[in-house]
């Protein structure tokens, strides 16, 4: 019978390979040539029976195992898969199904494999580790709403908790996060919370809006569970967020107690309690770098309590620092910025500087430490580092702007002007809009005389006015729209700018705002209210420091406080600071310097300065030339005068004065006179800023005659207000009648009192008491002379108008009428009285203009002063006086004056004047 079945194979392989269908199906046939090619090794041929096989009885399961078997021997896990899973559907074999269950996943057919899952969970309806990898596979194929729906279905018939929880899982992974929430409270209302469900609800309801809802329930969950560290964080975290402080410091809380909080936690939970507990704060913040010890999260740390103003916590934090941890902080150039940043902010200015001296040895390169190694000196006014600073750094500095803000304060206080305002106008167009900058460069414009094109800024700067102005500027605002409103605001307007600011409550720091409106004070002449605000801001802040300090000093007379801010705040006082300084405590040498130094930078301020020439020139040596013409009554007076000035201290110059003047008579019927009188005197001159003394001898030569003669004139300044003179003469020439000036002197003193209150508003009172003689030395009388005046203008500027006031009494008393040299001049039957009657005058004048304020004029300057005279005994009528002054050839200055007078010294005499004077500094 074996030949039989070699034979039949050898012919079936015939027919197959000629193409023709398979013998018809013979059993004993096919089995006998599975098993001769099977136990000869030749599985392809093996296979080629069961193929013929299978093509007449395809749902013969034995055939099927055998093909199966075969292709796994080959190594065709493909054919070898689709053979068993023929098997298993037809035979529904749980070892078929084992078989394809093997072998899908590594042919990654996941549709078989989830089949071949859910054939196997029909076995075991509940069982969860296959109903997750049912639930895996339906990912797997892309198919999660495919998954959910067949969980749904299956958990109605075979309730579980694993179907549920697939359920909600497969709903997130398809992005149904409303579904998702349903399935998990679903399964906790069934049977209990769980952690992963309770997350997972929250989260869901949280992102979804639902707040509120969310934190509540997750709240209800959690007591039901075991402590999580994911649940108590996920409750802080929401709490915090939803204004819930209690319960969100519960759970930080116990995060820390068990020791799963991590440095968000510990950065969260310290904003929390930073108002509450400050021990607290810092114990959280030691806990945070002792468990990372990470340079970097010290430094976040410090700088998150100062931005919150805490200076406290910030000396806690650094105190607590030891030994090992401040030595691996000072490796670490942020942290040397920080500190020096706050060893500055507490004027320990030499530390800072140290610091920063550490951090750029650390960094030579960064950009940080650089900035503000610039920002520190720039506070301290140490102009030499500046200078070597700029000189290293300018070429990186040009390319990066992050330099150019330092730049530009560093060049100002070196006196640079153009340099600083190049930067300021490049930040400007980097931001055109940026009121801040556009303020900034307006006043670097002024700083560096070119007002003319600041003032566009300006007012440009008053019309488009910011809407809104962080925190941290609005000290700066408040600053600039003080000085806008002095431009473009009328009185009322900033005086209610004031008061809407003195009332507020939460504007600005009380220390800022009483600077403020202090400075506002000053603008308006307010002394006493200024002084105010600044003893409200030493009360806030405990103490003043450099340019308010000063200022506060100078407010009281207080040289000795001045000298006290000086020595205490030198380097960080400005130039102009320094300046005022040295005025104040009268040392013109050193101020003279400062001011060169100023004007070294802006050349265009020269002559800018009220107080240029008082600095400069009384250091110089100068030469005065005085011409004029004179006619009082019937005395024609023509004078000439040379003066030379000499300085020869600090403080003092002397003078050599000399002095002819020619008399004639413009009127015979009433005097005849053709005389010539010559002076030479020396003058001493002490200018102090508190104490002002002149001194004058000097010889005459009149009418044949020669006379000594000396004066001394005492001035003090007793307050800010208030001030005192005392002038004492011996034998000097009297100017009250025509006949005094012939041949008259007077001895006697007169006492001043000066009162004022501000810089357009003065007033005077002095009292004289004179003996006058004649040539010869005999007594001709006395005189008593009392003057009452007041000046008052609305504001100061070359073109100010103004008020003037003057009431004289006089009491005069003849004793003889001698004067025997003059007599001889006077026509016979005319007076011969030299001493005035009693009078009393009322002047008005209306003030137009003013003289240069400057020692000398910087530009053609004119004024014009027109009032009226009430005299009790002659006549009344309007006087005047005109000048017109300015410079010639530049270290110069001429003036010419026109003046008309009624009733001079009480006498019925009128007085015409033109005088020409010149004075050059050499």
């Known amino acids: ?149 067949f969980f749904r279905d299956w958990n109605r018939r075979y309730p579980s908790r694993p179907a549920l929880r697939q359920m909600m899982l497969l709903s997130l992974n398809q992005g149904a996060d409303r579904q998702a929430a349903g399935y998990a409270r679903d399964y906790m209302d069934r049977y209990g919370p769980q952690h992963d469900m309770a997350l997972h609800a929250s989260r869901i309801q949280w992102v979804q809006g639902e707040r509120d809802k969310a934190l509540d329930n997750l709240i209800r969950d959690a007591r039901g569970l075991d402590y999580s560290p994911l649940i108590t964080r996920q409750l802080a975290v929401m709490a915090a967020e939803q204004g819930r402080w209690d319960v969100a410091r519960e759970n930080y809380e116990q995060l820390i107690a068990h020791d799963d909080d991590t440095i968000p936690d510990l950065y969260t939970y310290i904003n929390l309690i930073r108002y509450q507990d400050r021990e607290e704060m810092v114990a959280l913040m030691s806990r945070a770098w002792d468990k990372l010890e990470d340079p970097a999260l010290a430094v976040g740390v410090l700088y998150a309590l100062q931005e919150r103003g805490d200076n406290t916590g910030v000396e806690v934090f650094l105190s607590q620092l030891s030994p090992e941890r401040r030595k691996k902080l000072e490796q670490y150039p942020p942290f040397m910025q920080f500190q020096a940043a706050y060893q500055a902010r507490n ?42 600073s700029l000189q290293a750094w300018e070429a990186e500095g040009r390319r990066n702007s992050s330099y150019w803000e330092a730049f530009a304060a560093a060049w100002l206080v070196l006196g640079d002007t153009d340099a600083a305002l190049r930067y300021q106008a490049a930040l400007l167009k980097r931001s055109p809009n940026d009121w801040s900058r556009q303020w900034q460069y307006a006043q670097t414009l002024m700083a560096a005389g070119r007002s003319d094109e600041a003032w566009p800024v300006l007012r440009h700067l008053w019309a488009n006015l910011p809407a809104q102005v962080d925190s941290e500027q609005r000290g700066e605002y408040h600053y600039m729209m003080q000085a806008l409103g002095q431009y473009f605001e009328n009185g009322d307007a900033s005086l209610n700018r004031a008061n809407a600011l003195a009332d507020s409550r939460d504007q ?40 308010t300090a000063l200022a506060y000093a100078s407010l009281q007379s207080d040289v000795d406080g001045i000298a006290r801010v000086r020595e205490q705040y030198g380097r960080r006082l400005s130039i102009q600071e320094n300046l005022d300084v040295q005025l104040q405590l009268e040392e013109p040498a050193l101020a003279a310097a400062t001011f060169m130094d100023l004007q070294r930078g802006a050349p265009q301020l020269a002559g800018a300065h009220p107080m240029q020439e008082d600095l400069l020139l009384p250091f110089a040596r100068s030469s005065q030339l005085d011409a004029g013409l004179q006619r009082i009554g019937a005395l024609d007076i023509e004078e000439w005068a040379f003066t030379q000035y000499q300085p020869v201290g600090r403080f003092s110059q002397w003078a050599l004065e000399l002095d002819q003047r ?100 003065q007033n005077r009172i002095d009292i004289a008491d004179y003996e006058y003689r004649d040539l010869n030395d005999q007594v001709l009388g006395e005189g008593r002379i009392l003057n009452i005046g007041s000046t008052w203008r609305p504001w100061m500027s070359r073109f100010s108008p103004g008020l003037r006031v003057i009431h004289t009494r006089t009491d005069f008393t003849e004793t003889r009428q001698s004067m025997a040299e003059v007599r001889q001049f006077i026509p016979p039957g005319q007076s011969t009285s030299a001493i005035p009657q009693d009078y009393y005058q009322t002047e008005a004048v209306l003030l137009l203009g003013s003289t240069d304020i400057h020692i000398r004029p910087h530009r053609l300057q004119a004024w014009a002063e027109v009032g009226y005279s009430e005299n009790s005994l002659f006549k009344d009528g309007v006087n005047g006086r005109i000048g017109i002054e300015g410079p010639l050839i530049g270290r110069d200055a001429w003036k010419l004056l026109l003046e008309r007078q009624l009733n001079t010294g009480g006498s019925d005499e009128d007085s015409y004047r033109m005088a020409l004077e010149y004075r050059i500094y050499y």
């Open 347 to 388: 004027q320990r200015h030499a530390e800072a500087r140290r610091s920063l001296e550490r951090a750029l040895y650390l960094a030579p390169d960064d950009r940080e430490s650089r900035i503000s190694w610039l920002w520190l000196h720039v506070a301290v006014g140490n102009k030499d580092i500046l200078r070597r």
């Open 662 to 761: 020619a008399f004639s008579s413009n009127d015979d019927t009433l005097l005849v006179v053709d005389e010539d009188e010559r002076r030479v005197g020396a003058i001493w001159q002490y200018r102090r800023s508190r104490y002002q003394h002149d001194l004058y001898v000097g010889q005459r030569t009149l009418l044949e005659n020669q006379e000594t003669m000396a004066a001394l004139d005492l001035g003090a300044r007793l307050s800010r207000e208030w001030s005192l003179g005392l002038e004492y003469q011996w034998h000097m020439p009297a100017d009250e009648s025509s006949l005094l000036i012939l041949g008259g002197s007077r001895t006697g003193s007169l006492l001043a009192l000066n009162w004022n209150p501000s810089s357009s508003w």
């Open 508 to 547: 600005m720091d009380e220390g800022d705002k009483a600077e403020w409106l202090a400075q506002w004070s000053l603008l308006q002449t307010s002394q006493e209210l200024a002084l105010g605000w600044y003893l409200r801001k030493l009360q806030a802040e405990g103490e003043l420091r450099a340019g």
């Open 1 to 149: 019978m074996q030949w039989r079945g070699w034979l039949f194979g050898v012919l079936l392989l015939s027919g197959y390979g000629h193409a023709q269908p398979p013998e018809p199906y013979v059993e004993a046939y096919y089995n006998d040539s599975y098993q001769v090619f099977v136990g000869a090794g030749n599985l392809v041929r093996a296979r080629q029976v069961i193929e013929n096989a299978l093509y007449w009885r395809p749902d013969d399961v034995r055939w099927w195992e055998r093909l199966a078997q075969i292709a796994r021997w080959q190594g065709d896990p493909q054919t070898s898969l689709e053979a068993w899973r023929k098997v298993a559907e037809l035979s529904d074999s749980q070892q078929a199904w084992d078989e394809v269950m093997q072998l899908a996943p590594a042919i990654y057919h996941d549709e078989l494999v989830l089949k071949a899952h859910q054939k196997s969970l029909r076995a075991t309806p509940r069982d969860a580790d296959l109903i997750e990898k049912i639930a895996r596979q339906y990912e797997l194929a892309g198919k999660p709403a495919d998954g959910v729906a």
